[in-house]
């Protein structure tokens, strides 16, 4: 049985460019999407963070923005696919995908569907009210409604739609935060600064998740750089997913005193994706994107944001976003030999 350190943040707070503190911690599906696929597949996992300190689910990671159905989410592709000629031009930001009620848009459909329209009607209606709402920043109830694009719906019926996502989209969540409290290692973790380096060299894998408290306390970490060391030598596999990547810098140096993992090829959460989240418009303090490239690395990002990105160099598996949880779970489980 293969055997994974899952090793988590355990920060809570990060300060901002101005000084200022902010909510951190870890970002729960990154966390639960991995660790579910890993245990399903018989991996031994053990929990640890750098300090021994129960890890802790950043708030903005658990907002039903991210974590919409997958019927839900998968219609909303097909009808985000419409919105320019080439699928390559398409440009998505996080506000557009999750702030505008595009999500709802099956929904919407289905409630014309069964207000007597017919579902090509309905769901071309939708996909021009969907555009409209991308190009112009609006909300998409608000553009079926005032532009007439809703056919025979009413405002509370477009509106009930809406609702609806956003419940079964907080019901997600909620199951999610309980999945994440139900799992002892996340409760009471494993101490990496406590591990001897005998007890490092017994796993065949070590995963870091993200969420932007890898920055804080995994960055510079003298544990982590023993851990990356040992691992490393023995070709074991390093994973990592969005900003999970910031424990990499702690890798330390190679006999010929490069860094460790110079002129590998890998990804994290980019700059422009930080750029939309909260925190980066708020100020981060450092971006990890291009901490990452001055370090050494070669980057390899996603034609656009927000897509499923996964980098496999060698013994190093990186994942660039939330949406990349469940392929780079596929890629530590197939070097593992255990998919």
Same mark, same amino acid.
């Given at each position: 049985m293969p055997r994974l350190l899952y090793l988590v943040t355990s920060a809570r707070e990060m300060r901002l460019a101005d000084g200022t503190p902010h909510e951190t911690g870890f970002f729960a599906e990154e966390a639960a999407v991995p660790y579910r696929r890993f245990v399903a597949a018989g991996v031994d996992v053990v929990v640890a963070t750098p300090d021994g300190r129960a890890p802790h689910a950043d708030s903005y990671g658990l907002q039903p923005i991210f974590h919409m159905p997958d019927?839900?989410?998968d219609? !909303?592709?097909s009808i985000t696919r419409t919105f320019a000629p080439d699928v390559d031009d398409i440009r998505l930001t996080l506000r557009q995908l999750t702030g505008l009620g595009l999500g709802a848009s099956r929904r919407i459909v289905l409630a014309m569907r069964d207000a007597g329209t017919p579902v090509e009607e309905a769901r071309s209606l939708v996909a021009r009210a969907a555009r409209t709402a991308w190009r112009e920043d609006?909300? !998409?109830a608000d553009v079926l409604t005032d532009d007439g694009l809703g056919s025979s719906l009413t405002r509370a019926e477009v509106d009930a739609a809406v609702a609806a996502h956003h419940a079964a989209s907080q019901a997600i969540s909620d199951s999610l935060a309980a999945e994440l409290a139900a799992i002892p290692g996340f409760q009471a973790p494993v101490d990496l600064s406590t591990m001897s380096d005998a007890e490092m060299g017994t796993f065949d894998a070590v995963f870091v998740p993200g969420g932007h408290g890898p920055m804080i306390d995994l960055a510079d970490n003298p544990d982590v750089t023993r851990l990356l060391q040992i691992l490393h030598r023995r070709n074991a596999t390093?994973?990592? !997913?969005?900003?999970?990547?910031?424990a990499l810098l702690?890798?330390?140096?190679r006999?010929?005193?490069q860094w460790l993992f110079e002129g590998y090829r !890998?990804?994290?959460f980019t700059d422009e994706e930080e750029d939309q989240t909260v925190a980066g418009q708020l100020g981060m303090p450092w971006y990890l994107d291009t901490a990452l490239k001055n370090a050494g690395a070669v980057f390899d990002d996603a034609p656009s944001a927000w897509v499923s990105h996964v980098v496999v160099d060698r013994n190093l598996i990186t994942g660039q976003n939330p949406g990349s949880s469940d392929a780079v779970a596929d890629a530590v489980l197939k070097s593992l030999a255990a998919l």
């Open positions: 019927e839900d989410e219609f !909303l592709g609006r909300q !998409l390093v994973a990592s !997913l969005c900003h999970g990547p910031a702690a890798a330390g140096g006999d010929d005193g !890998l990804t994290c």
